[in-house]
């Protein structure tokens, strides 16, 4: 995947493989040496679990899907926990009722199969609720995203707004958040501000998050030592333009073009990096703030519908 050149003391350094595999290694080949490593973390996703990912976070999740015997282990799992148990048919009224929703409920529900697989509740329960069917379908489908959601960190910073001190040139604040890792200056991925007192950047997230970590991607054609004594905060304030907020790390140094991860464990809305107390260029190459949705399910017993609240 990537040759390490070399690696500040204590530093977390991310790197991008895109690579397909079931083994991890890290050696130092062709010599003799000791080989220490404090921390070895890898993402990525399943291929199956991805394919599921992207059905079950369609915006639509109430339209129909197509049950699958493929799909990954752990949400047959969770499936199964959830299917409902069946009954003896009830009262002579009760199926009255059920006969005339039936002709209404025949196709959805050749439509929601792997939905009502996963009912909580019993069928006959569903009467309280005027549109019941809908509703546990609907309530169930959101349910099953939630071994999927809360195990996803997000790039919360690639729907940002961004702005600076003042920007050189065409290197706008915004080439911070764009995606692109990429480290050189000229393909118009940096962003750069003039020589200014205290030079700044920040990203307003649009809302608070329990930011876990932020990952600085350092410019590598050129001068990577303006960035030693950055400084990263992160808050709700916008007072000194957001740089009086809590601070979550003080950056020493960064290797040329290296992607650096700091470890913030903070709630803000604005992620700032400052030069403090100095006059300098501040140029940063990307700039990414991670954070795990959380999601609250509320369940009310009166109605039996059930409201999802995220943070996302």
């Not at 048919?89 to 009722?97: G, S, T």
């Not at 549109?131 to 729907?159: G, K």
């Not at 960064?254 to 903070?266: E, F, L, P």
Request: net charge positive.
């Amino acid at each position: 995947c990537v040759g390490i050149p070399s690696m500040p003391a204590g530093a977390s350094v991310y790197y991008t493989c895109n690579t397909q595999g079931c083994y991890v290694n890290v050696i130092i080949p062709n010599v003799i040496q000791i080989l220490s490593l404090c921390e070895v973390e890898v993402y990525g996703v399943a291929e199956r679990a991805s394919m599921l990912a992207r059905v079950f976070l369609n915006p639509a999740v109430t339209q129909p899907i197509t049950s699958d015997t493929n799909i990954p282990v752990h949400s047959k799992l969770a499936f199964n926990i959830m299917k409902k148990k069946k009954k003896k048919k009830k009262k002579k009224k009760k199926k009255k009722k059920k006969k005339k929703k039936k002709k209404k409920k025949k196709n959805t529900k050749k439509q929601h199969k792997m939905c009502e697989q996963m009912s909580l509740m019993h069928h006959e329960e569903h009467d309280m609720a005027h549109d019941h069917y809908s509703n546990m379908v609907r309530w169930i489908c959101i349910f099953s995203l939630q071994w999927i959601l809360t195990h996803q960190h997000v790039n919360l910073a690639l729907r940002g707004i961004a702005t600076q001190s003042s920007t050189y040139g065409k290197c706008d604040a915004s080439f911070a958040i764009d995606g692109n890792r990429s480290s050189d200056l000229r393909f118009s991925s940096c962003t750069h501000t003039n020589a200014d007192n205290s030079p700044w950047w920040r990203v307003n997230l649009l809302a608070m998050y329990d930011i876990s970590n932020v990952i600085i991607t350092n410019r590598g054609d050129c001068c990577p030592e303006r960035l030693n004594g950055a400084e990263i905060h992160i808050g709700n304030s916008l007072i000194n333009n957001g740089n009086n907020n809590p601070r979550c790390v003080i950056i020493p140094s960064m290797s040329a073009g290296a992607s650096v991860s700091y470890t913030c464990n903070m709630r803000g809305r604005y992620v700032n990096v400052i030069l403090p107390n100095v006059i300098q260029y501040l140029t940063l190459c990307e700039v990414e703030v991670y954070a795990v949705p959380g999601h609250t399910f509320i369940f009310n017993k009166l109605n039996l519908k059930l409201s999802y609240v995220s943070i996302l």
